[in-house]
C-alpha cells in the first residue's frame, strides 16, 4: 500500500483568473489533502490604484482573495474559513480569520504571496505558487533552485526570505500548463522554480 500524499498549500495567482476553473478540477479530481489559498488578481489590482492607507488597502486586498476563493469554489471545491489541512480539497476564505490574528506587516510588500507562505508554515506544509510564469527568472534564465533571497519580479518581495527563514519548501511553477500541476499533484519532478536551501 502506498503512502497516502502530504497535504499541500496551493496558491492559485490572480493572473490565473481564466484558467481557474480548468485548474479547479485537476486538483478536485486529485482528491490530494490541498488548501487553497486564492490570489488577489484583478480584484487586488483595482484596490492598488485607489492609493489607500496601508491598512485600508491591506484589508481590502485580503477581501479581494476571499472573492477570488469564491470564485474559485464555484467550480466544484467547497470553501472554507478554517485555517486547517482538509480531508480533500478546500478553497480557503480568509479574510476573518486574517483579521483574527493579523500577522503580517501591512505593505504592499507582503501580497497573496506571503499569506500562503505563513499559512503553508503555520500548517507544517509544503507551498505550491501557481502563476504565469515558468518560474523564478534570474538574468532571463530560469532558476531550478533558489536558496537565498534574490530580486525578482514573479513573486512579493518578503516572499523568498520568509519561505527561507521558515524552512517552508516552494515550488513555483506555470498553471496555464495543466499537466505540470497534475504532475505535482502526483508528487512527479515538474518544470519550475523551488525555493529552499535543501536541494
Known amino acids: 500500500m502506498s503512502p497516502a500524499p502530504a497535504p499541500l498549500v496551493i496558491k492559485v495567482g490572480g493572473s490565473l483568473f481564466d484558467r481557474a476553473a480548468s ?41 479581494a482573495m476571499e472573492q477570488y476563493g469564491w470564485y474559485i469554489a464555484s467550480h466544484g471545491i467547497r470553501e472554507t474559513g478554517a485555517v486547517a489541512i482538509p480531508g480533500e480539497p478546500r478553497v480557503l476564505l480568509p479574510y476573518c480569520f486574517m483579521r483574527r490574528v493579523d500577522p503580517l ?44 533571497p534574490c530580486p525578482c519580479s514573479e513573486v512579493d518581495p518578503l516572499l523568498i526570505p520568509f519561505v527561507l527563514e521558515h524552512n517552508v519548501r516552494t515550488t513555483v511553477i506555470n498553471g496555464r500548463v495543466p499537466a505540470r500541476i497534475s504532475q505535482l499533484l502526483k508528487g512527479l519532478p515538474v518544470m519550475g522554480t523551488v525555493i529552499d536551501t535543501r536541494f
Open 23 to 63: 485548474i479547479a478540477v485537476i486538483i478536485r479530481e486529485s482528491r490530494r489533502p490541498v488548501l487553497i489559498v486564492p490570489g488577489g488578481g484583478r480584484f487586488a489590482d483595482r484596490v492598488r490604484r485607489l492609493n489607500l492607507s496601508e491598512d485600508a488597502a491591506h484589508w481590502m486586498a485580503i477581501a
Open 105 to 148: 506587516p501591512h505593505s504592499w510588500d507582503v501580497t497573496s504571496d506571503t499569506i500562503a507562505a505563513w499559512i503553508a508554515d503555520r500548517l507544517g506544509t509544503d507551498l505550491v505558487l501557481l502563476k504565469s510564469v515558468d518560474g523564478i527568472y534570474r538574468h532571463r534564465v530560469l532558476q531550478e533552485q533558489v536558496d537565498r
